[in-house]
């Protein structure tokens, strides 16, 4: 079992996994880290702030992204691994993409994970990667794709559906070779805002299926609309969904904001303390 893993499935609070997005377009951040030296800062920032994964993405997966090329991928992303494992050798990365070749090249210059926002459906080599080099999969449930993801999403019962969708897919990838096996519900990917609070709510179900769920709700469009806020008035919005996935059973967070979701990730430690009698 890699030591990534063994972490996650014996951590006794959520893993913080920190977000760099190094894209022109994605929903949050787009644009800010472009600049190799402001992206290594703010990698920095979030290691000392207490994120366990830094999770490094080169395409927007916003819903409507277009589709990034190949080599333009790999030139936003490779640099950045090679200067976090100069100098942070122990940290663990995770390499968004639903590419085959940009998570072969990741994995080979130092990514710990895959984190395929399409399971291994956009490009099925990617599975057999992950398998050859033991690396763990996140499997998540997308419909559609990012394109088109949210144009009337429609389910008859969306918790269930998406269970049994996991669970096919959870048998596909064992199937072919890859034993570490993190699930995500999806939330925000083809979904409307009344399927989310549904996902968010029956998130513990997913349990069943045997393997570490991972979340990300973070200053998503679900909280603003709900709430009618903008993308940076979202911060208590994505802590207090965080905090409800933690107690959920979520063992992975995805967030931006590191720093609170390790205040976090300290209380749920407190709260999970064992009790010890003063009496004698």
Partial sequence: MSILYNKILNSNSPVI????????????????YLNSELAFNHIEKMIKEGAEIIDIGGESTRPDA????????????????KEI????NKIFIS???TKSKVAEEAIKFGANLINDVSGGVFDSKIIN??????????????????????VNP???????????????????????????????????????????????????KFKTLGKPILIGVSKKSF???????????????????????????????????????????TIYQHLNKPIISEHV
């Fill in 17 to 32: 996994m920190g977000i760099l997005n190094i894209t022109p377009d994605s929903f949050s951040d787009g644009g800010k």
């Fill in 129 to 150: 990667i992950a398998a050859e080099s033991k690396t763990p999969l996140v499997v998540m449930h997308i419909k559609g794709n990012p394109k088109n993801m949210q």
């Fill in 223 to 265: 909280l603003g609309k709900s709430l009618d806020l903008e993308i940076e008035h979202r911060e208590n919005a994505t802590i207090i969904t965080e905090t409800i996935a933690a107690l959920k059973g979520a063992k992975i967070i995805r967030t931006h904001n590191v720093k609170n979701a390790v205040e976090l990730k």
């Fill in 95 to 97: 390499i968004d993409t």
């Fill in 154 to 204: 429609l389910y008859y019962d969306v918790t269930s559906e998406i269970i049994a969708y996991l669970e096919d897919r959870i048998k596909i990838v064992l199937k072919n070779g890859v034993d570490e096996i993190i699930i995500d519900p999806g939330i925000g990917f083809g979904k409307t805002v009344e399927d989310n609070f549904r996902l968010l709510k029956n998130l513990d």
């Fill in 66 to 81: 277009d589709e990034v090329k190949e080599e333009e991928e790999l030139l936003r992303v490779i640099p950045i691994i």
């Fill in 85 to 88: 494992k100069k100098k942070y």
